[in-house]
């Protein structure tokens, strides 16, 4: 594996509460992304981050926040989570940002909001 | 990013090659053309890239048109570990403000009979 892990792997939560998922690199990898996959919608991205504490809306970036204090770990956290945050989330990393860069992804984190 | 066209699935049987279609009319001159797949219950995983010669890998070959609006990605010799959804993306040479991130599609899903 290429030294990327998503935490927890499973989880089932009530609505309203809060959730953090975590993703932790060993590639010192500049840049982490984080997208959640659905039936019929296929990845899409959440947010992504270009650099320890730089951070960035994706296509899907409401009701979710993101931070990095530190270049291995990238957390995305659910405020208050409804039940249309029931997915399947990926967390991904590359090196570069430019359009030759390549990305790899977690194993993926289900949640379950009940 | 520009759209790419894949159809929605193929099927193929053991030890036979596959081609995996893909339409990108607008392609720009600086988009690579990224192929991504998905196994069952896993994250999706590179596979090959190119942008405007034909590449070979240890997993599979990427065949461009001259005109570029269109690629092919071409497993030799198909076993049913390669039954998977395959994504052909198209990425920004530069990068830019996109900082690498993918938008994935649906993508076509390779089924693979013994």
């Known amino acids: 594996d290429a030294g990327i892990t998503q935490s927890p792997r499973h989880k089932v939560t009530e609505t309203g509460t809060p959730v953090t998922l975590r993703c932790h690199q060993t590639e010192n990898h500049r840049y982490m992304y984080w997208y959640r996959q659905d039936p019929g919608h296929g990845l899409r991205l959440i947010h992504y981050s270009y650099g320890v504490k730089d951070t960035d809306k994706g296509e899907v970036s409401d009701g979710y926040s993101v931070s990095r204090s530190k270049t291995e770990d990238f957390l995305l956290t659910l405020e208050s989570a409804t039940s249309s945050q029931t997915s399947v989330y990926f967390c991904?990393?590359?090196?570069?940002?430019?359009?030759?860069?390549?990305?790899?992804f977690g194993a993926g984190s289900r949640l379950t909001v009940l | 990013d520009a759209k790419t066209t894949q159809p929605n699935s193929m099927e193929s049987n053991e030890e036979e090659p596959v081609h995996l279609p893909c339409n990108h009319s607008?392609?720009?001159?600086?988009?690579?053309i990224h192929w991504y797949r998905q196994l069952p219950s896993q994250g999706p995983e590179y596979v090959i890239h190119?942008?405007?010669s034909n590449v070979n890998n240890r997993m599979a070959s990427l065949a461009i048109a001259e005109d570029r609006k269109s690629s092919t990605l071409i497993l030799h010799r198909a076993t049913l570990r390669d039954a998977a959804v395959y994504y052909c993306?198209?990425?920004?040479?530069?990068?830019?403000?996109?900082?690498?991130?993918?938008?994935f599609g649906q993508g076509t899903i390779l089924t693979v009979h013994p």
């Open positions: 991904a990393i590359s090196s570069r940002g430019s359009g030759a860069n390549v990305l790899t």
């Open positions: 190119g942008l405007t």
């Open positions: 993306i198209l990425r920004d040479l530069a990068g830019g403000t996109s900082y690498g991130k993918l938008t």
């Open positions: 607008t392609i720009s001159g600086t988009d690579y």
